[in-house]
Structures are given as C-alpha cells and as structure tokens.
C-alpha cells in the first residue's frame, strides 16, 4: 500500500501520507517537514491508563491548518504543538476538531517530553506561552506540577435539559469561562453515568463537568468531563476541569490541598493544591512512544 507507510521498529512510528492525498498538502507548504511525535499517557503511572495526549514537535513554522488536521489524524482528546520561544516553549492545543485555550494533561505530556528528550534539564522548570498566559510545569519528586489559573464556577441558573441529558438531577449547576459544573447526589451517579452525547453536545459550553463528594478514602472528589461539542464526547482524565474543581471542593470540605479520581473508563487522578488565583495541578506521566510524522 502506497498511500500509507507504517515503520514497526520499537520505539518510533513513521507514517507517510500518499503525495496525492488531498490532506498531504496542506496550507503553508508542510510537506517536507518532519516532526518530532510523541503519545504519553498522563495523569497516571500506567501504561494505558489516564488520558493520552499527542505531543508534536515540528522542525519548522507550521499553521493552524496543519495542526488542526493532525489533531484530527491522531484524534487523541488533545494533541499538543510544540515550538521553541529563546528561554520559553510556546504551546498550543488542538482537539480532534477545534483550537482550546486551556488544556491540562497535553501540558503535563509536553512538558514530560521536554524533559525526557533532553530540551530541558530535569532541574529546570519548563515555561509554556499559551493562550491562557504562562504555565510553569516543573518537576516535585516523583510527580509533575503546573502551575495554572484557577477558573471557579458562578451558581448560574439551571440548564434546561441538563438533567435529563445525564440522566440524574443536578444538586448544583455552575458556570466559569469554559465549562458547566455539575454536582450530583453520589460518586456512584457520577461513575455510573451514561449521559445522552447527542443532548449535551447541543448545550453552550466547551465541556460538561460533573461531580460528587468521593466515597473511597484515598480521594476528596470524584468526576468526569463530556465535551461532544469540542469533538470530545467524553475526555478521560480533565487537568483543566481541576481548575474548577479545586476551588469548588476547597470551599466545600474547607481543603487547600485534595486529590480527585476521574472516574472514566480509564481512570486518573490529579492532585490539587490552592494558590490563591492559581491551582497547582499534579499528576505523573507513561512516555508510550517516539516517532516522526512525515508529512
């Protein structure tokens, strides 16, 4: 097959897009850059667990465009660009379908693949320009800590719909900039929940955020995070819901500090801390593979 050339040799993936291929060709001339491809699972310490996230670094310029139909070709809930800034990285983050301002586990990846191919001393705080202004990711014994805004949510009216598109009444419901919070009644109406995609992706929000006080003793809260209308009908483990999370659990259990389980089939945990209008977001990191997109 021409169209598609796959290199098994553990640990780097190659593939090469047929030179016909409409999506080959891509505005800005990309054809003959090949770029650094990384898949990392984070927010857990195993392999195949957690959420994972694209991590691209191209040798040269590229545009939105380009990243856009990368984002889709990888189709990971966010696949994180990556292109060096004197002392800084800037970083960007695509969804399957669109641009984000604000993604958790794709920093923790790039910052994670940083460090490991030798960019940056394990030592030195990684420095991300974003569209969120500067993220500071370093690394705190064996996990890795980014320091990010907090985006509490307002007590806002009730979303028509909402409830039965979950399928459980809400207990709360909250906005911030991004996001609609959700409290339900147990971890188990949240762990079990199996929402209706098509309902909720017609609701005005990047995501859905939904959550309950946690019954297991090593975590404060549970969650999970649907967002169907950013081309994520559910994302495994969601660092920047913690940003909404946190401040809303803090002020509920009266805790700076908490760790919370994220309840998808995966599963993850993120760790919690409150810095005023920071949180700091900790979790740890599985480097799956190394590769190059050549196209």
């Known amino acids: 097959m021409e169209a598609m050339e796959i290199s098994r040799k553990s640990p780097s993936l190659m593939v090469r897009l047929h030179p016909s291929d409409p999506l080959s060709s891509p505005a800005g001339n990309l054809s003959s850059m090949q770029s650094e491809l990384h898949l990392v699972d984070a927010f857990t310490s195993s392999p195949f667990r957690g959420n994972t996230a694209g991590v691209c670094i191209p040798d040269g310029p590229a545009d939105a465009a380009w990243m856009q139909q990368v984002a889709a070709e990888l189709a990971y809930s966010e696949t994180a660009f990556l292109f060096p800034e004197k002392e800084k990285w800037n970083l960007r983050w695509f969804t399957p379908s669109k641009e984000v301002e604000l993604c958790g586990h794709a920093t923790l990846a790039a910052a994670f693949v940083l460090w490991e191919t030798g960019r940056v001393s394990r030592d030195q705080a990684v420095v991300f ?3 969120s202004g500067p993220l500071t990711v370093r690394q705190d014994g064996d996990w890795i800590s980014m320091d990010f805004p907090a985006e509490p949510a307002a007590t806002s009216m009730p979303v028509p719909s909402l409830g039965q598109a979950l399928g459980v009444e809400p207990l709360y419901t909250g906005r911030n900039r991004f996001d609609i919070l959700v409290e339900l009644p147990l971890a188990d109406d949240v762990c079990s929940l199996e929402p209706d995609m098509d309902a ?5 929000a990047r995501g859905i955020i939904v959550t309950a006080v946690s019954d297991l003793p090593h975590f404060d809260f549970v969650s999970r995070f649907f967002a169907p ?3 994520v009908p559910e994302d495994p483990v969601t660092g920047s819901a913690h940003c909404c999370l946190g401040p809303y659990w803090g002020e509920k259990l009266s805790k700076t500090e908490m760790t919370g ?3 998808s089939a995966r599963g993850g945990s993120v760790r919690v801390r409150l810095a005023g209008d920071r949180v700091i977001l ?3 990191a599985v ?3 190394s590769g190059k ?3």
């Open 293 to 295: 997109l050549l196209v």
């Open 287 to 289: 480097h799956l593979f």
């Open 261 to 263: 389980f994220q309840c």
């Open 129 to 131: 320009t974003t569209l």
């Open 282 to 284: 900790a979790g740890h």
């Open 200 to 204: 909720l992706s017609v609701i005005h």
């Open 229 to 231: 209308s950013v081309g």
